[in-house]
């Protein structure tokens, strides 16, 4: 038998026992002070290191461009760009939070910030290399910006990948207390508490109301008070932070005295917000007197925003074909060779607005597979509306290969080209397909269908039918440019480990 902290109640298992044992021990072994520290300290070293060499290598082709010899003149010019470049460049990411705690690999938010910081430096540089007038001040912007913006976003995958890392371990993590109703608790702990969050509920306070007493569980997280004791119960139980659920017992009045009874031990305190499958860049907080108003904009699929991912998207694919194209040569003649049949394979889908396309694919079953309704009318291992085969029969032996590799998507970059298609996007369906969606489902026909998209880094054909059209939703509805590269980068590890291809 153990007891709560304070609350004199006894915790009810063996099994509960054990739990807060393993919690203190997580606690005391991954507390987020420390290791948010540490992290940060190796973002600043990595981007130092990142800044004074591009600043470095943008000042030897000045000097290379500009000047015969190497005086001390020119040397002590050419220090002097390299101090007033890594300065400003540091400075303009801390300003732009680029080192904050809350965005630490938790998606495209933190490749954004150093984005934006990294282009506010061009128009004030711009102008000094005007106002100095200093032979090839120009030679060394136009070097130093573009490589140095790729090298700080390469630098942060890679520590992001070192932290993913680590959580997988169970570490780095981010200790929450749970305030809310029963059924809200479970949501949140359903959702943070994976090996990918950053987040790990570690206790529960719930209302009165929800009679659940100290020692009892929800989801395997013990309950450790209620509301009135939900302060001193988040520095007893080692909380890093309060996410607070709202319900009709929880009013302002409980949030501002919670407030105040975390500032003086250091507790953070969140608010979650009730919205379902909405995205960062959607929601802007707007503080009009004494009430702070939650905007969230409406999914937007026209205008510039679609202009630009359009471009994006051509010039993508025209890079990566022309990249590709000896690869798509082979598997074009290993195709050919090994079976009957032509080697592309031609299907109608439904793109964007319901509109239906011929998708190409390079041919990865037998000719005529898709008319066998031996097979099509027999079980699946699909979900949903989906027919799928782990072992199916009518794939070739380079059919297998190329499934695997995902090299048979490859004639789908002619798609994007064509604007049938885009890079990113929710998954082409077949019109057999569509004629079964419902109208939240019918949503994911309001952008183009992407040549990959959230449904194949998240687990392709091993996810659920529910699952996949979530995902698809969510992308159609907050989609993103930078979140377009952040997918396209993921896929490159899915294609690798072939999660989900058969």
Request: glycine content about 8%; charged content about 20%.
């Amino acid at each position: 038998m153990i007891t709560v902290p304070d609350t004199g109640q006894p915790v009810r298992s063996r099994a509960a026992a054990a739990r807060a044992a393993s919690l203190k021990e997580v606690r005391d072994s991954f507390r987020a002070g420390s290791w948010q520290a540490s992290y940060r300290r190796r973002l600043v070293r990595t981007d130092v290191v990142v800044v004074v060499a591009t600043a470095a290598v943008a000042a030897t082709a000045r000097g290379l461009a500009v000047h015969d010899s190497i005086t001390p003149w020119v040397l002590g010019d050419q220090v002097l760009s390299v101090v007033v470049l890594v300065t400003a460049w540091l400075a303009s990411l801390w300003i732009a939070r680029a080192y904050d705690v809350r965005v630490f690999a938790s998606g495209p938010a933190e490749y954004q910030r150093v984005f934006d910081a990294s282009w506010r430096l061009v128009a004030p540089l711009a102008l000094l290399a005007l106002l100095v007038a200093r032979p090839g001040i120009s030679t060394f912007l136009l070097v130093a910006v573009p490589t140095g913006v790729i090298a700080l976003l390469t630098g942060r995958w890679l520590c992001r990948g070192w932290l993913h890392r680590q959580r997988q371990k169970g570490g780095c993590v981010t200790l929450v207390l749970a305030i809310g109703l029963k059924d809200q608790v479970e949501r949140l702990v359903h959702e943070l508490n994976d090996r990918t969050s950053g987040y790990r509920v570690v206790g529960a306070c719930t209302p009165t109301s929800d009679d659940l007493r100290p020692g009892e569980e929800i989801l395997g997280v013990p309950v450790v008070g209620d509301l009135r004791t939900a302060g001193t119960m988040a520095a007893q139980v080692g909380a890093d932070c309060v996410a607070v659920s709202g319900s009709d017992a929880i009013t302002a009045d409980v949030v501002r005295r919670l407030g105040w009874e975390l500032e003086p031990v250091g507790v953070d305190l969140m608010l979650t917000a009730e919205l379902a499958d909405v995205a960062g860049p959607r929601i802007t907080i707007t503080p009009e007197q004494s009430v702070s108003l939650l905007h969230v904009d409406a999914p937007r699929f026209t205008g510039p925003r679609y202009v630009l991912k359009s471009v994006v998207d051509w010039t993508g694919a025209a890079l990566i074909t022309m990249l590709l194209l000896p690869v798509m040569a082979v598997v074009a003649v290993a195709v050919r060779a090994t079976s009957r049949g032509p080697v592309l394979f031609r299907q109608a889908r439904v793109g964007r607005d319901g509109r239906t396309f011929e998708m190409l694919k390079f041919r990865s079953m037998r000719q005529g597979a898709d008319r066998e309704r031996t097979v099509l009318t027999g079980p699946s291992d699909g979900s949903g509306v989906l027919f799928k085969l782990h072992d199916d029969p009518r794939v070739t032996a380079v059919g297998r290969v190329l499934r695997r590799l995902s090299l048979d998507e490859l004639p789908q970059l002619f798609n994007v080209l064509a604007g049938q298609m885009s890079l990113v996007g929710p998954r082409p369906p077949l019109p057999a397909e569509v004629s079964q969606y419902e109208a939240r489902v019918r949503r994911r026909l309001r952008v183009k269908p992407g040549l990959t998209g959230l449904w194949q880094v998240g687990g392709r054909s091993d996810l659920s039918w529910e699952e996949g059209v979530r995902l698809d939703v969510f992308y159609a509805e907050n989609w993103t440019v930078f979140g377009d590269l952040l997918i396209l980068a993921r896929t490159a590890k899915a294609v690798v480990t072939g999660r989900g291809a058969y």
